[in-house]
């Protein structure tokens, strides 16, 4: 059957119309996030879609075990998301090598890698090609209830050493009080513990260097020393009864409820411990204080007492996904949202010039001490990859548990990186 001229036109042009508002959903993959920060990303992604027609952003939530459980499996799967929540390092690395991801300079805005710090896309970058944007900073520190803190008599400003904090923690014990809150049964809460004192005691080469073979490897003395610093502190009972069998979320509500004198925990936990805590309001700042995780003295190298520990969390971004999919990362990343997160409270804005807007205490210390820093070493247990990160875990709660030896311990990691 032949088409009237104006008719076909009019199909053509229906047809044509339909292209240039292909249906586009952008899915993103996040781990659970407080009420406020989600807010903050829903309100981001409609913004994105009211600015483009055609493309929707669907994020979905998942609790941070279950992510880490879920997230290898939907990679191999037709199921991956666009965009997912990334810790970076050696995870990123591997990533890219089994075709998870895809390279993202080329469609990043011009201009806009100058507007990001260099050490904060070294975690997304591999082999000179960016894989994946940072989003914030963060440092894990020990905080501090201000109130139980004085009635131990505890000075937690004047704990510089570990061997300070051993003092405290037996303060505290003296007093009657629990020392320290830990969710142990999730392992990285603990894994904390040996990665800091390794790089107290190893300087801020001594995991590179073990990545690379060098020095002994895993099984360098620092990481050996790690482990009995933390070992006799975990002989001196410092943590909740049951703490593992407690989960970080539960452990996080126990210190907001008053649970302990000090909690090692990363800077994010400022608004999900309260909303964890039975009342939902948690300890208020007045009784709130954070401290640097403590030097140690005469360490194996010299250069690690003053580094620090944390994130430099973002997003990754798959081999299947859209360009629009990379445009959206830019957009969520830009100058403007990363400042109205700092604003917020939400967490420490990475972009140039974006954390002028902060006035949490907390957040600005926090950001004081990462820029103070002479290395910021990202999570042992995401730097190092997947297998390598489960096997640091695992051999902290060990040592917590005293089911190990520091030598064994140092030895599982070595074995764990030699066989990854």
Excluded: C
């Amino acid at each position: 059957m032949k088409y009237p001229t104006a008719a076909l036109a009019a199909a053509i042009a229906v047809i044509a119309g339909h292209a240039a508002h292909a249906q586009v959903q952008i899915d993103v993959l996040r781990v659970v996030v407080n009420p406020e920060q989600e807010a903050y990303l829903e309100g981001i992604a409609r913004e994105f879609e009211a600015q483009n027609e055609g493309v929707t952003v669907r994020f979905e939530y998942v609790a941070n075990e279950a992510y880490k459980a879920r997230l290898p499996t939907l990679l191999q799967s037709n199921a991956a998301p666009d965009i997912f929540y990334s810790w970076g390092g050696q995870t990123v690395v591997e990533q890219v090598e089994a075709g998870f991801l895809q390279p993202i300079d080329d469609h990043l805005p011009e201009g806009f890698r100058d507007t990001i710090p260099e050490a904060g896309l070294q975690a997304y970058e591999v082999e000179g090609q960016l894989y994946g944007l940072p989003q914030y900073a963060t440092e894990v520190v020990f905080w501090t209830n201000t109130a139980l803190a004085e009635q131990a008599g505890i000075d937690y400003e004047a704990i510089e050493t570990w061997d300070d904090l051993l003092a405290a923690v037996q303060q505290a014990k003296d007093a009657g009080l629990t020392p320290i809150v830990a969710g142990g049964q999730d392992k990285w809460p603990l894994h904390f513990y040996w990665s800091y004192l390794a790089l107290r005691e190893g300087g801020p080469n001594v995991v590179t260097d073990a990545m690379a073979g060098e020095n002994g490897g895993f099984e360098n003395e620092a990481f050996i020393e790690a482990g009995r610093k933390f070992q006799a502190l975990a002989e001196m009972e410092p943590f909740q009864p049951g703490y593992i069998s407690t989960t970080y979320e539960t452990a996080s509500g126990m210190f907001a409820d008053g649970a302990g004198v000090f909690h090692l925990m990363g800077d994010w936990d400022y608004l999900p411990m309260r909303e964890r805590s039975t009342s939902g309001e948690g300890l208020p700042d007045d009784q709130l204080a954070i401290i640097s995780f403590p030097a140690v003295s005469d360490p194996v190298a010299e250069g690690g007492n003053d580094a620090t520990l944390g994130g430099i969390n973002g997003w990754a971004v798959t081999a299947n996904a859209e360009p629009e999919a990379v445009e959206f990362l830019a957009f969520m990343m830009n100058a403007e949202n990363q400042r109205e997160a700092g604003a917020q409270q939400l967490f420490i804005p990475i972009a140039v010039g974006t954390s002028d807007g902060m006035e949490n205490p907390f957040y600005v210390q926090v950001a004081q001490n990462i820029e103070a820093s002479s290395y910021h070493q990202i999570f042992l247990d995401q730097y190092l990859g997947a297998s390598v990160g489960a096997t640091i875990n695992d051999i902290s709660a060990d040592l917590a548990q005293g089911n190990i030896t520091p030598e064994a311990a140092a030895t599982q990691v070595q074995e764990s990186w030699d066989f990854r």
